[in-house]
């Protein structure tokens, strides 16, 4: 590492490439948001994860504002993901910097920056109701419902050819 | 730019790119390149570091015409930034004095400004970082060996001043003692009788100076099997040995001896006088620290010796390996890396130290450098980098540790089992569970059964119920914790019979159809207040309330709380969304101390056996102010509360509830200057004739002092919680020690450890707040009547600054 000046976030605290298609607003302001935000999305958690489990890992970082449990859309149960908001963006880092990449019910789970929670962002956003990544996952994930929607549809329909 | 400072999409770095672009692009790629060149070296590298240091010499002295000031400023901030680089960067130095005499007296000039200003502002480690550096320089002939004499004699003469604290006459002597290493053998060749009076002096202070603060900083009570030493005892037998050693070690760097020929031909420069900065109330020093040893040689099985307690190389690879951790504690993948291409590893037993080094900061007292999760994030990367050998060793280091918790201070206990779970946690629990089973047949107050429960408490919430009995083995069953649920008591066996069941009903009812808060306290009106009755449930009386009207309706309470969180019971959200609809019927039920209490009572009844829940709803309730800490730091020490005393999750809360104080102290507190700052910048421009229309509401000075009534009411809140816990274990402590006395009992009971060391928690934990009402504490609790075993706990915290 060399040089001294502060810059754009690096390392484990770096943006992530992801920007959310729903975002109200330029680029620019949702990076802006990024940048500036206290609030973390919590991705590959089990279906079975409960609010409780999240609280004791992420409050090991920081005081938790809150957190919202991401939920399947029809099922209106948890499908694999949370936000965790601090109320400061120095908690949220050390969540980038210490959990990120560790395990929380025997999976490694991801954190990213996320721009805020607003109401309707915790419904995942996959045809079936969870998140888009599980309906087209190929591999079977026993914590988050099996295979992916659309090869579990193709299983079911090749056991029962109509 | 801008008028309105207060566009925020400014960044640093758009800022900076408009000066640079006024500069001219072209000189700043120079300066830029020569930052990269100077910061690089010494990294990885295809050329030797002596051909890549003579390179960069040639090129910086090329550049000194025209960059000399700015080469300067990076090289002083490598220093500082880059320690672990330290021999390369005093070697540079050498070659460009060797090469340019003024060049090196401006380095040292700039660099003695900053050890200075260090000084003044008390960024300690930094100054410690140059007092090394200098004496590098010595080394590489920058600096005259005399001179630098004359700053260790200006530094060890601060131990002649009067009324000063120790810590501070410490810190100078350490700076002193931590730089030796480099350069005792320069001086001891260059100004034998001078630095032997120098030693002289140095060992006349250590073994003066009172010790009264170490028990208050030790890990382990027990010396056994390795002391626990204070620190500077520790360095100065180490340093004794360096010197009965001729002052030659194995362990420093040290590239300028591949260039003696040509820096032996420099000119040096003598130090100007350095006069440590005069002490006044409000400097403050580094704590003292004792050294937490946990390993010698017979620890490793194999492979290359750990080097002695009293060594100097152990001091030497230790400071390297805190150094690591201190410099790359933000990116703990660039941590692991770094540790484990240490320098010297063939040489060591390079993951016992490292272990020993990590544990010495997560249990550090009073409180570790970094984050707790830090360290176990760390660890698990390690393991990870390391798979046929880390966790082995930490298995070893966390069955040593148990083995010797007996003695363990309850702090570090508590810090140990939340780490051993979080670890676990990331392992699926993988652990040699039997070898521990012995400890399920003890008194459960012992520290061996007690810490092992707390470990499944908190794997317990990392996971869940089940996965902690099918982790454990069945002897294991008195330990593992109670499954978690809610009691409610309206509808239980014997409900019928009281008093407040049918209104419980109700309001489940009522709130289940969505009613208003309004609808809600309407059913609740009803209930008889069981204290302003005559003959009444004897329970309501606990709190002694005497004659006159009630402070507060403990049915009531009773049944709303307990349907509230009874209904709320599906998650923390659901509890939190109850708690924010009644708001404010909970504020009107618990608008007093004893209505506080009887909530946290009830609330209690209902989540007993869920310990994560009751620290969540604590924090929730205290967040919305519907209980004061005062309430809470009461509640706990009640007499309902004893069987619970020494669990840790009481302590959790105790601790969260003086934190919360404090921050809402700090905000007012921040909130009264910034308003003031507005205040004066408003002023000042009014003067000057620049009002802008568009300008923020500017605070007027009664609203000032409203937030200065307020912080006022805030500061003397937080007071009276530390006087309270202070005053209640004072009153249980005498107690117990009157108790054990008049029965001729062992006063050193299981019971008394955990009571007596949660007591030097408080202390520790919030030693800078606390340290503020040390007068109070003296005159009106901690007086000369009191039991000396608490009296000690005060005496050696007090000892901790002065």
Same mark, same amino acid.
């Given at each position: 590492m ?5 810059k754009?976030p690096?390392?484990s605290?770096?943006?992530?490439a992801?920007?959310d298609?729903?975002?109200k607003?330029s680029?620019?302001e ?7 935000s206290?609030?973390l ?6 279906y079975y ?9 992420f409050? /090991?970082?920081?005081?938790?504002k ?6 399947d859309k029809?099922k209106k ?6 936000f965790?908001?601090?109320?400061t963006?120095e #908690?949220?880092?050390?969540?980038m910097?210490?959990v990120n990449g560790?395990?929380?019910d025997?999976r ?8 805020g929670?607003k #109401?309707?962002r915790q419904y995942g956003?996959? /045809?079936?109701?969870g998140?888009?990544?599980d309906?087209?996952?190929?591999d079977y994930?026993e914590?988050r419902g099996?295979?992916? /929607?659309?090869i579990?549809t193709?299983i079911?329909?090749s056991r029962?050819?109509? | 730019m801008?008028?309105? %400072?207060?566009?925020?999409s ?5 800022g900076h790119? *408009?000066?640079k672009?006024r ?9 830029e390149r020569?930052?990269?060149?100077i910061?690089r070296?010494?990294?990885?590298s295809?050329?030797?570091?002596e051909?890549?240091?003579?390179g ?5 002295e090329?550049?000194l015409?025209? +960059?000399?000031?700015k080469?300067?400023r ?9 320690p672990e680089k $330290? *021999?390369?960067?005093t &070697?540079?130095v050498?070659?460009l004095?060797a090469k ?15 050890l200075?200003e260090?000084?003044?502002?008390g960024e +300690?480690?930094n100054?410690?970082l140059?007092v090394r550096?200098?004496a590098d320089?010595v080394?590489?002939h920058?600096?005259?060996?005399g001179?630098?004499l004359?700053?260790f004699?200006?530094f060890?003469?601060?131990?002649l001043?009067?009324?000063?604290p ?6 100078y ?6 730089a030796l290493?480099?350069?005792a ?6 100004? @034998?009788a001078e ?6 002096t ?5 073994s003066?100076?009172?010790k009264i603060h170490?028990?208050?900083?030790r890990v382990?009570t027990?010396?056994f ?10 360095l100065? *037998?180490?340093?004794?040995?360096l010197?009965?050693n001729?002052?030659s070690e194995?362990q420093?760097v040290?590239p300028?001896l ?6 032996c ?5 003598t ?9 006044n109330?409000?400097?403050t +020093?580094?704590?003292p620290r004792?050294?937490f040893?946990m !390993?010698?040689y &017979?620890?490793v ?12 190389e152990r001091y030497l690879? @230790?400071?390297?390996?805190?150094r690591?951790?201190r410099?790359n504690f933000?990116e703990r993948?660039?941590c ?10 063939n040489?060591i037993?390079?993951?016992y ?16 450098? +970094?984050?707790?999760i830090?360290?176990?994030s760390?660890l698990?990367e390690l393991?990870?980098l390391q798979p ?7 298995a070893? *280091? ?5 083995e %010797?918790i007996d003695?363990?201070?309850v ?6 089992s939340n780490w051993?779970a979080?670890?676990?946690?990331n392992?699926?629990?993988r652990?040699?569970w039997?070898?521990?089973?012995t ?5 459960p ?5 007690? !810490?092992?429960?707390?470990v499944?408490l908190?794997a317990m919430?990392l996971s ?13 069953e008195? =330990?593992?914790p109670e499954k978690?649920h809610?009691?409610?008591k309206?509808?239980?066996?014997g409900a019928?019979? $009281?008093p407040g069941?049918?209104v419980a009903h109700q309001l489940?009812?009522a709130?289940k159809s969505?009613?208003t808060?309004e609808?809600a306290m309407v059913?609740l009106?009803?209930?008889p207040?069981?204290?302003? @009755?005559?003959?009444?449930?004897? &329970?309501y009386h606990?709190l002694g309330?005497d004659e006159?009207?009630?402070t507060?309706h403990? =049915?009531?309470?009773?049944v709303?709380v307990?349907v509230l969180l009874h209904?709320?019971n599906?998650s923390?959200s659901h509890s939190?969304a109850a708690i ?16 506080q209490?009887?909530?946290? %009572?009830t609330?209690?009844?209902v989540?007993?056996s869920h310990q994560q829940?009751?620290v969540v ?6 967040k919305?102010?519907?209980?004061e ?5 009461n509640?706990?020490f009640?007499?309902?509360?004893q069987p619970e005393f020494?669990?840790f999750?009481?302590?959790?809360? $105790? ?7 404090s921050k809402?102290v700090d905000?007012l507190?921040?909130?009264v200057?910034?308003a003031?700052d ?15 229309d568009?300008?923020?509401e500017?605070?007027t ?6 937030m ?8 003397n809140?937080q007071?009276r919680?530390?006087l309270i816990?202070?005053?209640? !274990?004072?009153?249980?402590l ?6 054990c006395?008049?029965?001729?009992i062992?006063y050193?009971t ?8 949660r007591?030097q928690?408080?202390?520790l934990?919030?030693?800078e707040l606390?340290?503020?009402y040390?007068?109070?504490l003296?005159?009106?609790?901690f &007086?000369s009547?009191i039991?000396f ?7 050696q ?6």
């Amino acid at each position: 590492m060399s040089g001294f000046r502060a810059k754009f976030p690096s390392g484990s605290v770096a943006l992530s490439a992801y920007r959310d298609q729903h975002f109200k607003g330029s680029r620019t302001e949702q990076e802006k948001a990024l940048l500036t935000s206290s609030t973390l999305y919590v991705g590959n958690l089990s279906y079975y994860t409960t609010e409780e489990q999240i609280h004791e890992l992420f409050g /090991k970082c920081g005081d938790i504002k809150r957190i919202v449990m991401g939920l399947d859309k029809v099922k209106k149960t948890p499908c694999g993901f949370c936000f965790v908001e601090y109320y400061t963006r120095e #908690e949220g880092e050390y969540a980038m910097r210490y959990v990120n990449g560790t395990r929380l019910d025997d999976r490694i789970i991801r954190t990213d920056w996320d721009h805020g929670f607003k #109401e309707g962002r915790q419904y995942g956003r996959g /045809k079936s109701g969870g998140q888009v990544r599980d309906e087209y996952r190929t591999d079977y994930d026993e914590g988050r419902g099996g295979y992916g /929607k659309i090869i579990a549809t193709k299983i079911t329909q090749s056991r029962d050819p109509m | 730019m801008s008028r309105r %400072r207060r566009d925020s999409s400014d960044e640093e770095d758009v800022g900076h790119s *408009a000066r640079k672009r006024r500069r001219g692009s072209e000189n700043i790629d120079i300066e830029e390149r020569l930052e990269s060149l100077i910061t690089r070296v010494g990294e990885k590298s295809t050329s030797s570091l002596e051909s890549n240091l003579e390179g960069l010499a040639s090129v910086l002295e090329a550049d000194l015409a025209n +960059y000399k000031t700015k080469i300067m400023r990076i090289l002083c901030s490598c220093v500082v930034k880059l320690p672990e680089k $330290m *021999a390369v960067y005093t &070697t540079l130095v050498g070659l460009l004095n060797a090469k340019n005499y003024n060049c090196g007296g401006e380095f040292v000039e700039m660099l003695i400004r900053n050890l200075k200003e260090s000084l003044k502002t008390g960024e +300690y480690d930094n100054a410690k970082l140059i007092v090394r550096f200098l004496a590098d320089c010595v080394n590489c002939h920058v600096i005259v060996a005399g001179s630098l004499l004359s700053m260790f004699d200006n530094f060890i003469e601060v131990t002649l001043e009067d009324n000063i604290p120790q810590v501070r006459s410490d810190w100078y002597v350490y700076a002193v003692m931590s730089a030796l290493p480099w350069v005792a053998k320069e001086l001891h060749e260059k100004k @034998e009788a001078e630095f032997n009076k120098l030693l002289s002096t140095i060992d006349n202070y250590i073994s003066k100076r009172q010790k009264i603060h170490v028990p208050a900083l030790r890990v382990w009570t027990s010396d056994f099997p390795h002391p626990q030493e204070e620190y500077l005892d520790c360095l100065w *037998a180490q340093i004794k040995n360096l010197r009965a050693n001729k002052w030659s070690e194995k362990q420093i760097v040290r590239p300028y001896l591949a260039f003696d020929g040509v820096l032996c031909e420099a000119l040096q420069h003598t130090l100007p006088q350095i006069i440590p900065p005069s002490h006044n109330e409000e400097t403050t +020093y580094p704590l003292p620290r004792v050294v937490f040893r946990m !390993f010698d040689y &017979t620890d490793v099985p194999e492979g290359p010796v750990l080097p002695g307690s009293h060594s100097i190389e152990r001091y030497l690879i @230790e400071e390297q390996i805190d150094r690591i951790l201190r410099t790359n504690f933000a990116e703990r993948k660039d941590c692991a890396a770094a540790l484990l291409s240490f320098p010297s590893k063939n040489k060591i037993p390079l993951n016992y130290m490292i272990v020993e080094v990590m544990f010495s900061q997560l249990f550090l007292l009073p409180v570790p450098p +970094y984050l707790e999760i830090f360290y176990g994030s760390l660890l698990i990367e390690l393991c990870k980098l390391q798979p046929g050998s880390m966790p082995q060793v930490l298995a070893q *280091a966390t069955e040593m540790l148990y083995e %010797r918790i007996d003695t363990m201070n309850v702090t570090c206990i508590e810090r140990f089992s939340n780490w051993f779970a979080y670890h676990l946690s990331n392992f699926q629990f993988r652990w040699s569970w039997d070898d521990w089973s012995t400890c399920c047949q003890m008194d459960p107050e012992l520290p061996k059964p007690k !810490f092992v429960k707390e470990v499944l408490l908190k794997a317990m919430r990392l996971s869940y119920h089940q996965r902690m009995v099918e982790t454990v083995p069945e002897s294991f069953e008195a =330990l593992i914790p109670e499954k978690p649920h809610s009691e409610f008591k309206y509808e239980k066996e014997g409900a019928g019979s $009281m008093p407040g069941t049918m209104v419980a009903h109700q309001l489940i009812s009522a709130i289940k159809s969505k009613c208003t808060p309004e609808e809600a306290m309407v059913l609740l009106k009803d209930l008889p207040n069981p204290l302003s @009755e005559e003959e009444s449930d004897p &329970t309501y009386h606990v709190l002694g309330i005497d004659e006159g009207d009630p402070t507060y309706h403990p =049915l009531r309470i009773d049944v709303f709380v307990s349907v509230l969180l009874h209904l709320g019971n599906k998650s923390f959200s659901h509890s939190f969304a109850a708690i924010a609809k009644f708001h404010h019927i909970l504020k009107l039920l618990a608008d007093t101390e004893e209505g506080q209490i009887w909530l946290l %009572r009830t609330m209690f009844e209902v989540w007993s056996s869920h310990q994560q829940m009751m620290v969540v709803l604590v924090d929730k309730l205290l967040k919305t102010q519907i209980v004061e800490p005062s309430a809470v730091a009461n509640w706990l020490f009640s007499s309902e509360m004893q069987p619970e005393f020494t669990k840790f999750y009481v302590w959790e809360i $105790m601790h969260a509830t003086i934190r919360k104080m404090s921050k809402q102290v700090d905000k007012l507190q921040q909130d009264v200057e910034d308003a003031k700052d507005k205040l004066d910048a408003a002023k000042r421009k009014q003067a000057d004739g620049l009002m802008d229309d568009e300008d923020e509401e500017i605070p007027t000075d009664d609203i000032i002092e409203r937030m200065e009534e307020r912080l006022e009411a805030a500061q003397n809140q937080q007071k009276r919680l530390f006087l309270i816990i202070f005053q209640r !274990f004072i009153m249980i402590l005498t107690d117990h020690l009157a108790k054990c006395e008049g029965n001729s009992i062992d006063y050193n009971t299981p019971w008394y450890k955990w009571v007596i060391e949660r007591l030097q928690q408080i202390f520790l934990l919030h030693h800078e707040l606390v340290f503020r009402y040390i007068s109070t504490l003296e005159s009106l609790l901690f &007086t000369s009547d009191i039991d000396f075993h608490i009296l000690e706990i005060f005496q050696q915290f007090c000892a901790l600054r002065s």
